[in-house]
């Protein structure tokens, strides 16, 4: 359903510009996110406009976006690859409407088209969702838009192994506050190989922080003040987030759980 922007309230919610209609209480905003590497790994922050939803690939990171790269095959053009659960990824390129090297130009694949496909995507991803962004000629900049949500909370299930999680809310993700430290589930330990961690992308590495017992080190004393998640070679809980725009992987050592995040505003 479309909202006519008729009259704009512009407020600020972590750093998105955020804009209320005055027909409903949808807001509705974007957040650009430059990146600089071949590979980034981006969060959704927002759902559909009107549904609060899931929204379209094609919605979400609309073409011809500054430094954008497109292409006959996954190969030349920009890709979009999403994890899947188990292994593996679901990968989409920004087909410039010739499939295949020297194929003929064909409307209907002018857009992402997922590989081993010819046409223009109908996918869709949650809000909260997380994907790689494959750069052929970075830097690029994303303009991301969307509704903003807001539900009092949102869910997602963690599996054994290895997750990508980034928020659901037009905010930045709380390591310790607002996110998987609170959560009934998890499992913690005295340093980051038995503990689960979260990894966030930095540069062309990674930060880690690990879920503490509070014991530092094996054998090491409890200390209540490192009893959370805390960044490898610290001794305290950190107060870090993973920022808006952005995604972490999350490697869950034990059985699965039910991540539960709270809205962290109030519209």
Do not use: E, H
Not at 46 to 60: E, H, Q, R, W, Y
Not at 237 to 247: H, I, L, N, R, W
Request: charged share 10%; proline share 4%; with cysteine.
């Amino acid at each position: 359903m479309k909202k006519l922007m008729t009259a704009l309230t512009v407020c600020a919610v972590a750093g998105f510009a955020v804009a209320q209609t005055v027909s409903s209480a949808n807001v509705v905003g974007y957040n650009t996110v430059t990146l600089t590497n071949s590979s980034t790994l981006v969060g959704l922050n927002f759902c559909s406009v009107g549904t609060a939803s899931s929204i379209a690939i094609t919605n979400l990171v609309p073409r011809g976006q500054p430094g954008m790269t497109g292409g006959a095959d996954s190969g030349v053009a920009d890709n979009i690859q999403v994890l899947i659960p188990g292994g593996g990824y679901t990968v989409y390129y920004n087909c410039n409407g010739n499939i295949g090297k020297g194929g003929k130009y064909v409307a209907a694949a002018d857009g992402w088209v997922m590989v081993g496909t010819n046409v223009v995507t109908s996918d869709l991803l949650p809000p909260g969702a997380a994907f790689w962004y494959i750069a052929k000629n970075p830097p690029v900049t994303l303009k991301l838009a969307g509704q903003v949500a807001n539900d009092a909370t949102k869910t997602k299930q963690i599996v054994n192994g290895v997750n990508l999680i980034a928020n659901g809310y037009a905010a930045d993700l709380p390591i310790t506050t607002n996110a998987p430290s609170y959560l009934k589930g998890g499992t913690k330990g005295a340093d980051s190989g038995v503990a689960d961690t979260i990894q966030v992308q930095s540069g062309i590495g990674y930060t880690v922080y690990f879920f503490c017992n509070g014991n530092i080190g094996k054998g090491g004393k409890y200390v209540a003040a490192a009893d959370g998640w805390v960044m490898v070679g610290t001794n305290v809980v950190t107060s870090d987030s993973v920022p808006a725009g952005k995604s972490a992987w999350y490697i869950n050592q034990g059985p699965a759980f039910t991540w539960t995040n709270t809205v962290p505003y109030s519209l």
